[in-house]
């Protein structure tokens, strides 16, 4: 399900609403938008609740953005794009159907269960305060954003028990090969500078080699990393059950591809470091 939240990030709808708002930046409209939902914050609560983008990157995206807009401001138009976008992608008889009214049952389930349980999660908890939309689709979204979030939280909890920095997190992803490091440098404005500094300082802790591959040590601490982020995020998913999971993992499927087929994740990540 996780394509229906992310494609926030993405849908060519969010910067035209985001924009609407006061705000005009690629950058300034990923970050404002999604710490919204905490309140008027400043750069540095965003980059530790983000933890991996330069700090440098953050602090320029944020400079000045609560004088230009609101969290309120900027949190109706997230809701605005993905009213629109979702309704694309979806179309009427999605928007109408049981699959999509069960599909917000059981997120909507998950995610209250993971709201009794907001402690060390900051982020999930600015979106919790929230209250729900009305409409199944929006409803759906919320839903799996909380559960994005939840989880989230706890994979940097993860990351900050295993002592790694924000960029070494990006340089233990990019060995376990889901990303290539050229993409995870990009989009979150590292140089190349900056990302071999990191690369020496993990090999030096034996977690991986001189060219930032894993060594057994980094192999083995990336499977702890996974196992406890799951561990973290399955009380939720504990309250629905085998057969509701099942049912949320085919509905997921059949959504991302609504999703893909709608354009809404086509645009390159890298965008959000456009001025």
């Known amino acids: 399900m996780e394509a229906v939240h992310g ?3 993405f849908t060519p709808d969010a910067p035209p609403e985001y924009a609407r708002a006061g705000v005009t930046r690629n950058r ?16 540095e609560v965003v ?17 000045g953005v609560w004088m230009a807009t609101t969290p309120a ?12 976008s979702l309704r694309r992608a979806f179309g009427d008889e999605v928007l109408a159907s049981d699959e999509l009214a069960t599909a917000v049952t059981l997120t909507r389930r998950a995610a ?15 979106h919790a305060a929230h209250d729900w939309p009305d409409e199944p689709h929006l409803a759906l979204w919320h839903a799996q954003t909380l559960l994005r979030e939840f989880r989230g939280d ?12 924000g960029i070494e997190a990006l340089v233990s992803h990019a060995a376990s090969g889901d990303v290539p490091a050229a993409a ?24 991986v080699t001189d060219d930032g591959a894993f060594t057994e040590a980094g192999r083995e601490q990336r499977q702890r990393l996974e196992d406890a982020t799951d561990r973290l995020a399955a009380t939720p998913y504990a ?20 999703v893909m087929s709608a354009g809404l994740l086509s645009m390159d990540p890298r965008r959000l470091l456009d001025e």
């Open 154 to 165: 706890g994979h940097i909890a993860a990351l900050t028990v295993e002592g790694l920095t």
């Open 112 to 126: 209250e269960v993971a709201c009794t349980r907001p402690e060390g999660r900051p982020l999930f908890a600015g």
């Open 7 to 9: 494609m926030i990030y």
């Open 73 to 84: 401001e900027l949190l109706e138009a997230r809701y605005r794009a993905v009213d629109v």
């Open 239 to 258: 309250a629905i059950g085998d057969e509701g999971c099942a049912q949320l993992r085919s509905t997921g499927r059949h959504f991302t591809e609504l």
């Open 184 to 207: 995870l440098k990009a989009t979150r404005a590292w140089s190349d500078e900056q990302w071999d500094a990191a690369v020496a300082g993990m090999a030096d802790r034996g977690l």
């Open 28 to 43: 300034t409209g990923y970050f404002a938008s999604r710490i919204a939902a905490v309140g008027p914050v400043g750069a």
């Open 47 to 63: 980059v530790a609740t983000f933890y991996n983008f330069n700090p440098s990157l953050v602090r320029h995206a944020m400079d």
